[in-house]
């Protein structure tokens, strides 16, 4: 049983919006540090978007902007709203959980993450 589901991903047109979420289970609601990743064709994996318990936020400054990162506590679920979306967004995007910490912030590292879920593509055409 995944941990972590990934949905809301397919296909969009650039500038266009598209929003994802991630249903985690309740072993890992405590996890200070949530986020999301993605895996472009023949790139490695990057760090999107993490969230720290309550609220903060980061973000990578090639999404700043133009994704944001939530969380509803009582669903268990993350969601990462993906507005003006650029072709270099195209992607398998991931979420995590039990991530690092640093400073009141979550780290970007994915060694640093214990949960995953299997992802869901994101594909933006021009």
């Known amino acids: 049983r995944d941990d972590m589901v990934e949905s809301g991903g397919g296909s969009v047109q650039a500038g266009g919006s598209l929003t994802l979420s991630c249903v985690y289970s309740?072993?890992?609601?405590?996890?200070?540090?949530m986020g999301w990743f993605r895996q472009a064709p023949g790139k490695e994996r990057e760090g999107v978007a993490f969230?720290?318990?309550?609220?903060?936020?980061n973000y990578a400054d090639s999404v700043k902007g133009r994704f944001t990162m939530s969380r509803d506590y009582a669903k268990n679920t993350l969601y990462l709203q993906m507005n003006s979306v650029e072709t270099d967004d195209t992607a398998r995007y991931f979420c995590?959980?039990?991530?690092?910490?640093?400073?009141?912030?979550?780290?970007?590292?994915?060694?640093?993450?214990?949960?995953w879920g299997p992802g869901t593509q994101v594909t933006v055409s021009s």
């Open positions: 995590a959980a039990d991530g690092g910490q640093a400073g009141g912030s979550c780290t970007s590292n994915e060694l640093d993450y214990n949960y």
């Open positions: 309740k072993n890992i609601y405590s996890s200070i540090c």
């Open positions: 969230m720290y318990y309550g609220g903060t936020t």
